[in-house]
């Protein structure tokens, strides 16, 4: 079964200052991996997606994630917060068997003026 | 206009109350999902209907039934609302039903059971 798990359900990080936002995930098989972020009062959207191409994965709003087989981790990744990055984010693995996504717990992103 | 967009936004209703939420999408996809996220942000799937037919039916009391006009549409319907159902419930669409597709969320619907 797949699965990801996300460590720290709460990162506080000051403005300008790099964000890093951990996900580790657990597949028997090559995974397709996502992060997704919900702003407040909001539903979730789509950051970025990994799907085998480059293991180096851009997205929208300056954040990157990189995807280590090795590690069996797709941590998320942006060099400076705004004000405007503060969200849950949420990791997630498709399911193979079924075809839905399986997210992880979320991260809370704070930051700091 | 709102690609994927549910109603009510809020839901306060009474214990063993029957009560619909309803989606439309009009991004012109193939599958719609339902999800509740629970009061701790776990976000998990409850169903999945591609091109009106249900494919994914997770562990959901059989008091929840999706129910899917057309393929624009997906509603939930809850018989005897139980306060355990309190939740936000995500309707979700993707242009396919393959397992690298981009979902997009509507904005939510907070269910609470008193």
């Known amino acids: 079964a797949q699965s990801v798990t996300q460590l720290g359900s709460h990162v506080s990080v000051s403005e300008g200052a790099l964000v890093l936002l951990r996900c580790n995930y657990s597949s028997s098989v090559p995974p397709y991996l996502f992060w997704y972020v919900q702003y407040p009062n909001q539903g979730l959207q789509l950051l970025l997606k990994?799907?085998?191409?480059?293991?180096l994965v851009k997205g929208i709003n300056g954040f990157e994630a990189e995807f280590k087989k090795s590690e069996t981790s797709f941590h998320l990744t942006k060099p400076s917060a705004h004000m405007s990055d503060a969200a849950e984010y949420f990791c997630?693995?498709?399911?193979?068997?079924?075809?839905?996504?399986?997210f992880g717990k979320g991260t809370k992103l704070s930051v700091k003026p | 206009d709102t690609a994927v967009s549910q109603t009510p936004k809020y839901l306060v209703t009474q214990m063993g109350n029957d009560k619909s939420i309803k989606c439309e999408q009009n991004?012109?996809?193939?599958?719609m999902y339902w999800y509740k996220q629970d009061s701790k942000k776990f976000l998990k799937i409850m169903f999945s209907?591609?091109?009106?037919?249900?494919?994914i039916n997770e562990t959901v009391p059989n008091r929840f039934s999706p129910k899917s006009p057309d393929k624009a549409h997906l509603n939930l319907h809850i018989n005897s609302l139980e306060l355990g159902d309190s939740a936000v419930y995500f309707c979700?669409?993707?242009?396919?039903?393959?397992?690298?597709?981009?979902?997009?969320f509507g904005s939510g619907t907070q269910l609470s059971v008193l």
């Open positions: 991004l012109g996809h193939d599958t």
């Open positions: 990994y799907t085998s191409a480059a293991t």
């Open positions: 209907y591609n091109n009106k037919e249900l494919i």
């Open positions: 979700a669409s993707s242009q396919g039903f393959l397992i690298d597709e981009k979902l997009f």
């Open positions: 997630a693995v498709s399911d193979r068997r079924q075809g839905n996504l399986i």
